[in-house]
């Protein structure tokens, strides 16, 4: 019984993150509004069930990222608000994961709505 409890809070303090992120990061909704845009065009795509499914698997990397981009923000924004060349780093490299991300899933869906 333990181990279902445990499911359950890790489970709310998940919905939790979620929540707080979605009221507070214009960059979170702001990508969230490109993987709905990708999800509703997916069905409509001319290729195989492997390709949508990796497609869609692609779109969740975007919303991964930010997530931790936030998280990374949050981190340094709790240690202190003075500047800081390795809290600017911090945010910086979280930047790129998203920008990385959002550049490896456009790259994907080019290539596969081309060669389709």
């Known amino acids: 019984m333990n181990a279902i409890k445990h499911i359950f809070y890790a489970l709310k303090n998940s919905l939790s993150g979620l929540s707080v992120v979605f009221k507070n990061e214009v960059a979170f909704r702001q990508d969230l509004l490109i993987v709905v845009i990708g999800y509703i065009v997916l069905p409509f795509l001319h290729v195989g069930m492997l390709a949508k499914c990796l497609l869609g698997f692609s779109l969740v990397t975007i919303l991964i990222a930010e997530l931790v981009n936030t998280a990374i923000e ?43």
Not at 89 to 109: E, H, P, Q, R
Request: proline share 0%; net charge negative; with cysteine.
């Open 74 to 116: 949050n981190v340094v924004d709790r240690i202190g608000h003075e500047y800081h060349d390795l809290s600017k780093n911090a945010k910086d490299i979280g930047s790129a994961i998203v920008m990385v991300t959002l550049i490896a899933v456009f790259c994907l869906w080019g290539c596969v709505v081309l060669l389709a």
